[in-house]
Structures are given as structure tokens and as C-alpha cells.
């Protein structure tokens, strides 16, 4: 969510000017953390999840679920009362960090301290994120529920949908159409940064989601709930005027992208090599991690052709003027950028020695064509030995599948890699399976010096393909063939095993892995077309033919390397199996679930429409589903019973 500096933010006019000198500075920040901390290394494993929530008040009488807007209270009091909590938690759970976010009905959670690489740790991440819920839920009215869903489904529909109510007329950051000022979190940060974008971009932003064609929707689909005549301001006839496209769903505002929920992972590697290996490693993951994820199929009150949130953020914050996008040829700006602010990466580290500082300058440099979008006037000049503000600056405004984070001066704190693609889940058994999932693959891919390059066009390929409807069970994903060195896949038990049997196992998941042999005349290269094909997320995940093991058989062969007792397998293998079934199909996504909640709905027309009504009972489900009080067999195990059962010592 980046800095949240105090002071006054400057107009987009100021801003620019001292652009250049923000930039600068900040290079010269990270090029100062750079020389003090390239040679960091032996850093054990610490990571940490990232949880957003929305606040949602169910009114019962009129039968409508709203935003709350009370995120300063709610936060307020959450951090008073987790001041006093050191007693409650003898239990060895540190107390939980909640923060603020974008939207002003949004919290978002992390764990009080990183979890090691212990397997208890890794083990206590659900009852780690139940404890944060519960205590979220503790904290808010009796008809208030914390949901952990991507997208609320009629943000920005006529009607109600903030509690309390605020009319969308007077929305001088955004400019909307639908999303009244208030939805935004009043911190002076996040309406200068929904101005400056619009600012710096010369228009308002331009969301349009393919609706989703039902047998009742009238063709072509013109939005009867776009106010096409309102023009309060300047911008405002672009519905009109063709920003708002027929068969599309139509949003306006930062708030439709930034104002979504979802679930990040930070792992701190063992030196800045490692980092670079496991950003790279994960790249190729992020695509296929969104698809298996996909949660958001609903968009201001219509059923959309996508079922994931990527897009709508890439296109909420895409600053780039009508030049940079390439609509005009080049004339006042210096490039032609072919991403947003928010997408995936631009490109690998690699793994070449010699490779560190060009690939390292090369990843710089294009975080760093951005321009800066929110500066406050009192720290524009710093101590550049002493702070990385002007780095954060930059760096926390370019939102891509993959972070790497610098350590920040004067702390202890290593390299680090974010993993960002994942749509959050409903419930934090879920949430902690895709947690477990995607930790032990940064183990398996450092272990065992797994190889997932594929070009990033490719990868870009994949983003686009993993957001279509229902993809991750209809689509093929470009995918490395051969990932282990030398052809030789690890194995887990019972089969011939290249895992090294003598070796003694593992009670703690390492951090620091030998660096990987890198031949002496380089690695033999075919063309590079031949490295890669299309397979479906069933074959990536559970494995194809003999050859590969999929992710899964890779993290198995990872954890027989490790020291684990029946009870502890018994439960990675309870987590390990949500994924191997929402891969396979025998579980649906999210968003496939949600889809038919609707469409089955006795008050749905068909008509692509997501009501008041349909939507009300809705969240009503997804909370009890949370509770574990309505069975959903297609959409979670069996066994699952719910957020509230494994309460233990952390129950209210
Ligand atoms: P951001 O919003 O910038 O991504 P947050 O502070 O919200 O950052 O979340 C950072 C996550 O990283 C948290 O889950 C936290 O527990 C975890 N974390 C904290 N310190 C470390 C560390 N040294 N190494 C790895 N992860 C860490
Ligand atoms: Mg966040
Ligand atoms: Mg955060
Ligand atoms: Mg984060």
C-alpha cells in the first residue's frame, strides 16, 4: 500500500516538476542500500502473508449488503485493542498488524511478526490469519462482517452500496460517474494519487470488462445505468464520446481496481542472489497462480466474461498519456510504454553471474521510467545515505506480479521477493492452503534449482489468458517443459529418488541452498520455442506423462527432504489437496462459484444483472460459508468446518 508519509501532497503540476529529482534521488537510495548490502547473506527464512478484507454491513430489513465506511474507527479501535492483547496471546501468536488501505471500507492484515521457516510456523498460518479475522470481526457491529472476497459485486451500481450513503456527484479526485469520494481512504496519499493519475494521464481512466452474454441479455449490451448526460466535469461526456464500449462494463475510477481485495506473500531470501533466483522462479507462477485463484466474475452489478480482478487494477491506476500508450505518435513524452503502472514484470533478473548488475540496472530503470505521483512538499529533500523514500516512492507505485524489495536502511531486514498475483480467497482455510502452496514451492524451486523460464511474452500471454471465464479449467498455459537441471526430476518417496536419501532431513525449511552449477561454456541452448508448450493447469499442477512431476509432485519430492511428524503431513496434506483438486476440477474456483450462485439465484433474470437482492444474498453466503454453516461440497472439502472451529485458544 506503500508510504503514508504525512504532509502536503503536491498538485500534479508540482509534481512534475520535481519529477526528475525524486528520481534521481531515489536511485541514488537504492544504489546506497546497494553498496552497503549486496554482500548481505545468510539470512534465515522469515515470511509473511498479506490479507485484505472489506467491511460489509448486511441490512436485513431492505435486504442490501454495503460497504461499511468506517475503516478509521474500525482501525482506531482495532490498534487500541491489540495493545492490550499480550495476555490473550501467550499462545505464541504474536499480535497481529492491521492496516489501512485503499478503499475506505478495506483493512488489511498481516502477522504481528514473520513466520520462520519452522514447520510449526508454516503449519500456524491459518490459525494465524483465523486469529486476525476473528479479531477484526470482534471489533465491528453486530451486522458487520469482515469478507475476504476480491470484488464487491455492486460497487459503483445505482442504489445503495456504502453504508452510510454518499451520492457519487461530488467525486473531485476520481471523477466519477459511479464511486462517490468517500470511497476513498481520506489519507491525503490516496486522493492525490486517484487525481494525479487522472491528472497525469489527461483523462479520466477507462475500465471496460466484456459483460457476460446470458440468454437474456439484450445484444448489443448498452449499460442502462451509465448516467450518459451527467457532466459536472470536464471529462465527464467520454461515456458518450466512446471511453464506455457497447457489450462492456464500464468503470471510471481508481476505486474499482484499488478498492479489491487479495492475498501476497513476502519471503526474505538468504542473500540478493537468492532473491533474484526466487523472483524469477515465480514469474512464470503468477499467471497460473491468478487462474486457479479467480474470484471477481462480478462488476458494478454485472456478470462479466472475466472472473479476475487483473485488468480492472491495470486499468485503474494506468497513468500513461494518449502518447505513452502509443495512440499518438511520440511528440511530448519520451516513451512509448506498453504496460501499466500495475501489471506483470517487465522482465527477469536471469542467472548469470555477470548478469547481477545488468539485469539489476535493467530492473531499476524500468521501475524508475514512471513518474513520481504522490510527493509531499516537506520531505522532497532528504538524506540520501539515510532514507529510501524516494526509492519507496517509485517503487511502491509500480504494482507488478512480482516485488523485489530492497532492505530498507538501518534494519536488519534482508532482500526480499513478494508474490502478488493471487486473488484472496473466502475462507482462511483456503487462504492458508495457497500460503503453504506457494511457500513451499520457494523452497522447491531454490532447492532443487528448478528452471521456469519461458519468455515474458509469453508470460504476459498467460495473464491475459488466466482472466478469461473459467480458464483455469478451459485454457492451456505456455509452460517450461523441462524444469529440473539435467533432465532429472526429484521424485518423492517410493520411487527411485535422486533426493539425496543419506542426507539428514530437514526440521526447518532452509533459506540458504547451494547457488546452482552454472557450466563452464554455458548452458546448451536450442531455440527457445522449444522449450516451452501449452498444458493445462491440471498437468502444471498435478503433472503430465512421466516427465513432469507438476508443482506438486516437485513440492512433495521438497518435502521429503524435510523432517515432518504424521500429524504435520497429514495436515500439508489437507492444503496440498485443495490445490490439486481446484487444479484438476473436482473443486471450482471462487469466481466459477460464485457464477453460479448467481445464475442459479430464483430472483436472477438472466439477464447478466446482479440485483440488490441476488447480491445480499450473496455475501450472506460467502459469510457462512466462512462460518462453516453452509456446506458448499463443490467449492471446499468435506471436512471443512468452518473459521470458527479451530478457534482453540484464540477464540473470543
Ligand atoms: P507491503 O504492503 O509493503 O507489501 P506489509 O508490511 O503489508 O508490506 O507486509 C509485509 C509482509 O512481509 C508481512 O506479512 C510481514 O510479516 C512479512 N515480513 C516482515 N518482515 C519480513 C522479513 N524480514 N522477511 C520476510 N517477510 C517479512
Ligand atoms: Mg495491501
Ligand atoms: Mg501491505
Ligand atoms: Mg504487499
Known sequence: MGLLSA?????????KKVADHIRSHGITQFLHIWDRLKDKNGDELLWGDEIEYMVVVLDDKTKNAKLSLRQTEILTKLSSIVNNLSLETEDAIAIPTFHPEYGRYMLESTPGSPFTGSITDLLSVEKNMRYRRTLARRYLKPNEIPLTLTSFPRLGSPGQF??????????????????????????????????????????KVAINLPIFVDEKTPRPFIDPTIPWDRSIYAEDPEAKNGAALPDHIYMDAMGFGMGCCCLQLTYQACNVSDARRLYDGLIPIGPIMLALTAGSPIWRGFLSDVDCRWNVVAGSVD???????????????????????????????????????????????HLFIRDPLVVFSETIDQDDKESSDHFENIQSTNWQTLRFKPPPPKSPIGWRVEFRSMEVQMTDYENAAYAVFITLLSRAILSFNLNFYIPISKVDENMSRAQGRGASQSEKFYFRKDVCPG????????????????????????????????????????????EYSEMTIHEIINGKGDSYPGLLGLIWAYIDTLDVSQQELSKI????????????????????????????????????????????????????IERGVRNVADLLPEDYTGGEADGGSISP
Not at 502518447?323 to 506498453?338: M, N, S, Y
Not at 496434506?573 to 439465484?601: E, K, Q
Request: aromatic content about 8%; some cysteine.
Open 7 to 15: 504532509g502536503t501532497p503536491l498538485s500534479w503540476d508540482d509534481t
Open 162 to 203: 456504502t453504508e452510510p450513503y454518499h451520492n457519487p456527484h461530488d467525486a473531485v479526485s476520481s471523477h466519477s460517474l459511479f464511486l462517490p469520494e468517500q470511497i476513498t481512504n481520506p489519507h491525503a496519499r490516496f486522493p492525490t494519487l486517484t487525481a494525479n493519475i487522472r491528472r497525469r494521464r489527461g483523462s
Open 319 to 365: 497513468d500513461r498519456t494518449v502518447e505513452e500508450r502509443g495512440l499518438k505518435p511520440l511528440e511530448h513524452d519520451r516513451f512509448k510504454i506498453p504496460k501499466s503502472r500495475y501489471d506483470s514484470v517487465d522482465f527477469l533478473w536471469l542467472l548469470t553471474p555477470a548478469s547481477i548488475i545488468v539485469y539489476g540496472s535493467m530492473h531499476i530503470a
Open 487 to 530: 533432465g532429472n526430476s526429484p521424485k518423492s518417496s517410493g520411487s527411485s529418488s535422486p533426493v539425496d536419501e543419506s542426507r539428514p532431513k530437514d526440521r526447518k525449511m532452509r533459506n540458504c541452498f547451494p547457488p546452482p552449477e552454472i557450466p563452464e561454456n554455458g548452458v546448451p541452448k536450442g531455440p527457445v520455442e522449444e
Open 573 to 624: 496434506h489437507s492444503y496440498l489437496d485443495l490445490i490439486r483438486r481446484r487444479a484438476n476440477g473436482s473443486l471450482l474456483t471462487p469466481a466459477t462459484w460464485v457464477r453460479n450462485f448467481v445464475r442459479t439465484h430464483p430472483a436472477y433474470a438472466h439477464d447478466s444483472v446482479v440485483t440488490q437482492e441476488i447480491n445480499y444474498d450473496l455475501i450472506v453466503a460467502v459469510d457462512e
